[in-house]
């Protein structure tokens, strides 16, 4: 029953710092209870919108990175239930503005956290749709950005956020030019990211731009870009990082970012913008 009265505590007559406090409560449960445990029956819904005042401003409560970081945590759990809990989260009023707010937070945990809720989301038709219709505000600018960050995690989810988006809704290809001045610098820094996994979502989405925007992959295809995915394909050790040289998979990784590089290098010569390499 504790969730159920802390939800209680988020939405009766409340003092606002007392609702806030509430808040952490229902976030620290979804963080470390399994949320359809902490929250039985459609109570994890209720949780969703209750967590929305750790994210917002306001004069009357400070919320402080903690807070964030823990209301972000929080939903990530809550995301992975089901697609409908997914979907709950961005038709939530004010969530999806407050989520990306936070993302621009100096506080790198805190850009972390909302970057991997973004990419949780990304699954979703609903959280791609607005990019497409130009209504997301800086969605898209914000993922193409966080592919430079100096935080793995947060390259990643970005990366994998970006290809999710791009593999459902080709479009979304064809904007990613237009949507950042650095979108260039961000491809070739996921492309040829020292952690396999990052390089590996990488590839799947230039494969994605390249099959979906010709014009994007003709200025892709006289970049860096192709050195890099020629000396992967070749299995060139200069084309590798340490740490994806010294990995424990009997060069499985390594077979596998070889193909896809091949993949967009044989894209690349089929729409006729490199000669083969014979």
Request: charged share 25%; glycine share 6%; hydrophobic share 40%.
């Amino acid at each position: 029953g504790g969730g159920k009265t802390l939800i209680e505590l988020c939405r009766r007559q409340n003092t606002p710092k007392g609702k806030v406090i509430a808040s952490q409560g229902v976030a620290r449960l979804a963080i470390t209870m399994d949320p359809t445990l902490a929250f039985p029956g459609q109570k994890t819904f209720e949780a969703i919108t209750v967590l929305l005042p750790l994210l917002q401003l306001d004069e009357k409560v400070k919320r402080d990175t903690i807070m964030n970081f823990e209301g972000l945590m929080a939903l990530t759990n809550l995301s992975h239930i089901d697609e409908t809990h997914t979907n709950k989260i961005i038709t939530t009023k004010e969530m999806i503005p407050s989520v990306e707010a936070v993302a621009l937070e100096e506080h790198p945990m805190v850009r972390r956290a909302a970057v991997q809720l973004m990419c949780n989301l990304s699954k979703s038709e609903k959280y791609i749709k607005p990019v497409v219709d130009g209504t997301a505000g800086d969605r898209l600018k914000i993922l193409i950005l966080m592919c430079q960050e100096d935080d793995m995690e947060t390259r990643s989810a970005a990366a994998g956020a970006l290809a999710m988006m791009t593999a459902r809704e080709p479009q979304v290809s064809k904007m990613i030019r237009g949507a950042a001045a650095s979108w260039q610098e961000s491809l070739e820094f996921i492309c040829f990211d020292a952690e396999a996994s990052i390089r590996h979502r990488g590839l799947i989405l230039l494969q994605n731009i390249s099959e979906a925007c010709i014009e994007t992959a003709e200025i892709l295809s006289k970049t860096p870009l192709k050195e890099i995915l020629t000396g992967m394909s070749r299995d060139l050790d200069d084309a590798w990082s340490e740490d994806i040289l010294e990995l424990e998979d009997q060069g499985q990784m390594r077979i596998l970012l070889k193909e896809l590089s091949q993949k967009v290098l044989d894209t690349w010569v089929e729409l006729k913008l490199i000669q083969p390499n014979l």
